[in-house]
């Protein structure tokens, strides 16, 4: 099975702190994202990347950056920390998207890692 | 540009009973559907999808989902609920953007 590992579950981090979030998949998967997710609001897209070196922004990347070096690992950086960045942050990766018939296309979560800020 | 509506925060239901969680969706070219599953203060984990083919779909732990097209929804079912089902439920569709769009999900709760 793909694994999504994610090095952190539980993270407290001080205002103006710089946080980094590490995310490696083992599948060889092209794609991979960065979500974070509140109550009521669901997933919000912060960044992905389609490849090494490369990334597009989301739907909420402000306050945030991101690494990719190398093909497993993805990691996101709070720049510095706030506390309205205080959530649930969860990577996922996949393959080449749209998926194609009879392939086992879709997204695979690691578990999450739920970030306090104060 | 593509987009997802959960109209239900919450569905409850007894344990025996059919279970529906409701979805539709807004895409740009052909949709790829999505129904993960998340249980507390864990990742996401898929259900099941709709590439192409038949518009029931059948997925894990006895879920299925319907596409309907002209309605553009994609409903998730199971006929008889357990009491394990009670978790936070996601419709994502896809379209030619390398991107699934998320909602805010459902909640089921199911009752013994």
Redesign the interface.
């Known amino acids: 099975d793909v694994k999504?590992t994610q090095s952190s579950?539980y993270l407290v981090k001080r205002t103006g702190e710089k946080v980094f979030l590490e995310c490696v998949q083992d599948m060889d998967h092209e794609?991979m994202?960065w979500?974070r997710q509140d109550p009521?609001?669901?997933?919000?897209?912060i960044y992905?990347s389609?490849d090494v070196k490369m990334k597009e922004k989301?739907d909420i990347p402000e306050g945030y950056s991101v690494s990719r070096e190398k093909k497993e690992r993805f990691s996101l950086i709070l720049e510095s920390a706030s506390t309205n960045q205080t959530s649930m942050y969860?990577c996922?990766s996949s393959l080449i998207?749209?998926?194609?018939?009879g392939a086992d296309?879709?997204?695979?979560?690691?578990?999450?890692t739920?970030l306090t800020v104060v | 540009a593509q987009s997802v509506a959960q109209p239900e925060d919450q569905v409850n239901v007894a344990e025996g009973n059919p279970l529906t969680v409701k979805c539709t969706y807004s895409v740009s070219g052909?949709p790829?559907l999505?129904w993960?599953v998340q249980y507390p203060?864990?990742?996401?984990?898929?259900l099941l999808?709709y590439?192409?083919?038949d518009n029931l779909v059948k997925g894990s732990y006895g879920f299925e989902a319907e596409f309907n097209k002209s309605q553009t929804s994609f409903h998730l079912k199971k006929p008889s609920a357990l009491v394990s089902d009670s978790a936070l439920y996601?419709c994502?569709p896809?379209?030619?953007d390398?991107?699934?769009s998320?909602?805010?999900?459902t909640t089921v709760t199911v009752r013994a």
């Open positions: 999504v579950r794609n994202f979500y009521g609001l669901g997933l919000r897209l992905f389609y989301g969860l996922a998207f749209p998926p194609l018939v296309y879709g997204y695979t979560f690691g578990s999450g739920r | 052909n790829y999505f993960y203060n864990r990742g996401l984990q898929f999808k590439i192409t083919g996601f994502a896809g379209g030619n390398y991107k699934l998320f909602g805010a999900g």
